[in-house]
C-alpha cells in the first residue's frame, strides 16, 4: 500500500509539473499540506502561478475545486451559504455557499472583510458551516489554498496573527530563472496546458494517503526534537511571540507526511528540519529591534535549525 501511495503522490508532482516549471519545492511542500490536511497560505508577487499551481493540483486529483475571487464587498453568506423560504414546502432550504468543495482557492485573501475573513477561517478550523443555527459539514478532503500579495497594502485587510496560526504553512513561489521562463513562453504559446490536464488520483487515494502518513513512526527523540524547535522560537531575543502547541503538532505532522513521500516509514531529523520554515515563519511575530536589525522570521527559525540539536 505504501508503495501505491508513493507512486501515486509521484504522478500527481509529475502532472502538475506538467503546467508549472521550475517550482518543485513549493509544489512538495504544497502537496504534504495534502497529506496532512492542512491549509495553505501562499504568499508571493503577482503573476508566479499562485493560482495555476493551486488549479493544477485541484486537477491532478478527481475532486471538486472552486476558486473564490475576495474582494471587499463579498459577504459571509457568499462563502458559507444562505438559508431561504421555500413557499411551496413552507420550509426554509439552504443553499450552499462556495466553501462546499473539496479544495478551495481563496484568491487575495486580505483583500476582503475582517467579518468575511473570519467566516472563512472558521470553516478552516471547524470544517462545518452554522446556517440559522444548523450545521453542514464541508465534504472531505477540505483543503483552502489562500493567496495574498505581500508587497501591496493598500485597500487590504492582514490577517491577524491568530489567523495566521490556522494555516497549517505559508510558501512562496519566486520568480522562475530565464531558462525556466523561456520554457513556459514555449509550453503556453499555443494556449495553457492547464486546460487539458486530467486527473491521475482519485479522492479515495487521498484520503487513502493521508491515513498512511498519520501512521508513519515517530520516535521519542524526534518528538522531542519537534518540541524543542517550537520552544526555542518562544524564548528567543527577537521574538515578541513564538510557536504555538499548535505549530508542534503541525511540525510533527508535516514531517510525517515528508517522510512518507521519500519513501521512507519514520521521521528523521532531515525531515524536521525540511518543513520547520514553510511551518513556523509565518507563526512568528517579530520584536522591533528585529524590524531595526532586518532579521526576518525566517532568519529566526535557520538560526534555531543550527542550534538546537536532536
Known amino acids: ?68 475571487q475576495f474582494t471587499p464587498d463579498i459577504l459571509p453568506s457568499d462563502i458559507t451559504g444562505f438559508s431561504m423560504y421555500n413557499q411551496k414546502t413552507s420550509e426554509f432550504e439552504y443553499y450552499q455557499g462556495a466553501i462546499m468543495s473539496n479544495i478551495i482557492l ?43 500579495n505581500p508587497i501591496e497594502y493598500l485597500g487590504t485587510y492582514p490577517l491577524p496573527e491568530a489567523q495566521l496560526d490556522r494555516f497549517f504553512m505559508r510558501i512562496s513561489l519566486g520568480y522562475p530563472d530565464a531558462a525556466q521562463e523561456s520554457r513556459m513562453l514555449a509550453m503556453f504559446k499555443e494556449g495553457s496546458p492547464l486546460k487539458e490536464l486530467q486527473p491521475v488520483a482519485s479522492i479515495q487515494q487521498l484520503i487513502d494517503a493521508q491515513l498512511a502518513a498519520e501512521k508513519i513512526h515517530v520516535s521519542e527523540v524526534m518528538s522531542e526534537y519537534v518540541v524543542k524547535i517550537v520552544r526555542t522560537t518562544r524564548n528567543h531575543d527577537l521574538v515578541a511571540l513564538g510557536g504555538s502547541p499548535r505549530a508542534s ?21 532531515d525531515d524536521i528540519k525540511k518543513m520547520a520554515v514553510a511551518i513556523l515563519e509565518h507563526r512568528l511575530v517579530m520584536k522591533q529591534e528585529a524590524r531595526l536589525k532586518k532579521v526576518g522570521a525566517r532568519d529566526v527559525v535557520e538560526e534555531i535549525l543550527q542550534k538546537v540539536r536532536h
Open 1 to 68: 500500500m505504501t508503495q501505491e501511495i508513493n507512486q501515486m503522490l509521484h504522478d500527481v508532482v509529475g502532472n502538475v509539473e506538467k503546467v508549472i516549471i521550475g517550482k518543485r519545492d513549493a509544489l512538495l511542500m504544497a502537496l504534504c499540506s495534502f497529506l496532512c490536511g492542512g491549509h495553505v497560505l501562499i504568499e508571493d508577487m503577482p503573476g508566479v502561478g499562485k493560482t495555476s499551481l493551486v488549479s493544477a493540483l485541484a486537477r491532478s486529483f478527481d475532486a471538486s475545486f472552486r476558486r473564490i
Open 106 to 148: 481563496a484568491d487575495e485573501i486580505n483583500r476582503t472583510s475582517p467579518k468575511t475573513q473570519a467566516a472563512l477561517l472558521e470553516v478552516m478550523e471547524e470544517n462545518q458551516v452554522t446556517v440559522d443555527g444548523t450545521t453542514y459539514d464541508v465534504p472531505r478532503p477540505f483543503i483552502v489554498f489562500a493567496t495574498q
Open 249 to 269: 503538532l503541525c511540525l510533527y505532522k508535516a514531517a510525517q507526511a515528508w517522510a512518507m513521500f521519500n519513501g521512507r516509514d519514520h521521521v528523521v531529523p
